[in-house]
């Protein structure tokens, strides 16, 4: 059971959806739980605060505050520009994904943890790692439950139209490549999952574009190709679109002894071997993606008290490094 942090005083930055649904599992965690909300002046978000909370327009009037903890929401473009300071004060942090949406920004934070010796705790939102579902198909794999696995494939797309219900998503972060947006980045969980199943990986090849009547700039589909880094590792491909009129996130994974299957939307975990087909995890309770979010606030609160973080800030730049450089070979 999680230790209830007296007193704690949480800071979230940034308040758009996931902004929103931080806030409300901030508080269903800790209760008693302080919160001030850091907006840039004049956002229409600030009339959307919970009950209670305390709103500041700068970082620097953030951290005079002496926050706990720090939750980092704002658009990927931006995120580096609170992180750094944060840290620097000594104060642990949450970063939404992806950590970073820029080679440059990437590079910085490389330099500014090399220069540091030691950090306060930093987890990064990759959230997906902690449903049941998923996190079976781990233990499997890792127990050689396929055999050698030879190669895998994840698939996630919608309409992009359709994501945010009441918004017009010509103007949302995601239509624009200079604020982060583009499958590659905005899909990053799949790069992720693919890294935390399979091992490291290193890129092959990569196509994207704007392919779709979509009216944004960023690419609205992509197909990335990558490899495991250990010796014969699997080939894996990576496809992502804002185009599926049905919402799809699914992952295949071949082995010599089985095949694992695992369909979000059907929300089930099977394989199939030379036996048949094994049905491992099926229903909401193994694919709930509400719940991955608070189980990733209560990992992010125990690793404030010396537990290790379910991705710490190198495993969530790696995973953001490895986007940016399939973005730049698709797009160059």
Not at 69 to 88: D, K, V, W
Not at 100 to 127: F, H, I
Not at 254 to 268: A, M, S
Request: charged share 25%; hydrophobic share 45%.
């Amino acid at each position: 059971m999680l230790e209830t942090l007296t007193g704690m005083h949480a800071l979230i930055v940034g308040f758009g959806s996931i902004g929103k649904r931080h806030a409300n599992n901030v508080r269903k965690l800790q209760p008693d739980a302080g919160v001030t909300v850091l907006l840039p002046p004049g956002s229409r978000s600030a009339a959307l605060l919970p009950a209670g909370a305390a709103l500041v327009n700068g970082v620097e009037e953030a951290i005079r505050r002496e926050p706990d903890c720090a939750l980092i929401c704002s658009p990927s473009f931006s995120r580096l520009e609170y992180l750094l300071p944060l840290l620097s004060a000594g104060i642990p942090c949450y970063v939404e994904k992806p950590l970073v949406a820029s080679k440059g920004d990437a590079a910085a934070l490389r330099a500014y943890v090399k220069a540091r010796e030691g950090m306060p705790a930093t987890v990064v939102g990759c959230n997906l790692r902690l449903l049941p579902s998923l996190q079976q198909a781990r233990e499997l794999i890792a127990s050689g439950g396929l055999g050698k696995v030879v190669r895998a494939s994840l698939s996630a797309g919608q309409w992009l139209e359709d994501w945010r219900p009441g918004t017009d998503y010509r103007g949302s972060y995601s239509a624009r490549p200079d604020r982060g947006g583009g499958v590659i980045l905005d899909l990053i969980h799949e790069i992720d999952v693919a890294r935390w199943l399979l091992g490291d990986l290193q890129l092959v090849a990569a196509a994207a574009g704007r392919l779709s009547r979509l009216e944004i700039s960023a690419e609205d589909t992509a197909c990335l190709l990558l490899r495991g880094t250990a010796s014969m590792g699997p080939l894996v491909s990576i496809n992502l679109d804002y185009v599926s009129r049905r919402r799809v996130r699914r992952y295949e994974v071949v082995g010599e002894e089985g095949t694992l299957i695992w369909d979000l939307d059907r929300q089930v975990l099977e394989c199939l071997d030379a036996q048949g087909v094994h049905v491992l995890a099926r229903g909401a309770a193994a694919f709930d993606t509400a719940q991955s979010y608070v189980l990733a606030l209560e990992s992010f609160f125990r690793s404030m008290q010396g537990a290790k973080p379910f991705c710490d800030l190198e495993d969530g730049l790696r995973a953001a490094e490895l986007a940016l450089e399939a973005r730049d070979r698709a797009l160059q």
